[in-house]
């Protein structure tokens, strides 16, 4: 098992910054197998990839979000952290946590989530 | 962008019925990068097939995925109890490309 668990504020106002953390318990962030992502989830709607870290430090942002989104990684504290700036109520959401393989095939695949924290932009 | 459909949007069946889920993909997605997830209320989703075939770990054999280019299935044998969920396809198209599709609700007839 790999249990990711993410922590952050539950409520975030109108156009200031979100800031998750997620931390990996029973297995290193430096597998070169393995790269870090985040999803999150509308209320009621689909999943939506936001990006993802590799131990390197390397980062990959979906597009509709690259502009706001930075994902980081501590591998001293087996953490990754998203920060995701100039919220609105659009961006309220469950937020997940999630180990993406990525190397050798198949892959590109999500095996271990985070059991998700809700996030409410709201004043 | 990879755009992933899936169809029905809800399934209405009895348990020990057969469920058939598709998932179009508006360009060609390599079978190595297709994956299903089940998701049940209040849950984080759950792997249950990468390759478009192969099951995750401890996911039973009721469970099936198949096709490639722009048409994968997955297959549900015989429903449980347990199966009533939503069910998501997703494909990794190369850096920076990964979506999902919006999803198919199993519901109990």
């Known amino acids: 098992q790999v249990p990711l668990q993410e922590s952050g504020p539950g409520l975030v106002k109108p156009s200031e910054t979100l800031s998750l953390t997620c931390t990996v318990s029973g297995g290193s962030v430096s597998s070169g197998s393995y790269y870090w992502s985040w999803i999150r989830q509308p209320p009621g709607k689909e999943l939506e990839w936001i990006g993802y870290v590799f131990y390197t430090e390397s980062t990959h942002y979906n597009p509709s979000l690259t502009s706001r989104v930075t994902i980081s990684i501590d591998t001293s504290k087996s953490q990754f952290s998203l920060r995701l700036t100039s919220v609105t109520a659009a961006d309220t959401a469950v937020y997940y946590c999630?180990?993406?393989?990525?190397?050798?095939?198949?892959?590109?695949?999500?095996?271990?989530w985070g059991q998700g924290t809700p996030v409410t932009v709201s004043s | 962008e990879i755009v992933l459909t899936q169809s029905p949007g809800t399934l209405s069946l009895s348990p020990g019925e057969r469920a058939t889920l598709s998932c179009r993909a508006s360009?060609?997605?390599?079978?190595?990068?297709l994956a299903w997830y089940q998701q049940k209320p209040g849950q984080a989703p759950r792997l249950l097939i990468y390759g478009a075939s192969s099951r995750a770990t401890g996911i039973p054999d009721r469970f099936s995925g198949s096709g490639s280019g722009t048409d994968f299935t997955l297959t549900i044998s015989r429903l449980e109890p347990g199966d009533f969920a939503v069910y998501y396809c997703q494909q990794y198209g190369g850096s920076p490309t990964l979506t999902f599709g919006q999803g198919t609700r199993v519901e109990i007839k």
């Open positions: 999630a180990r993406l393989r990525l190397r050798g095939l198949p892959s590109g695949y999500f095996d271990y």
């Open positions: 360009q060609s997605v390599s079978t190595s990068y």
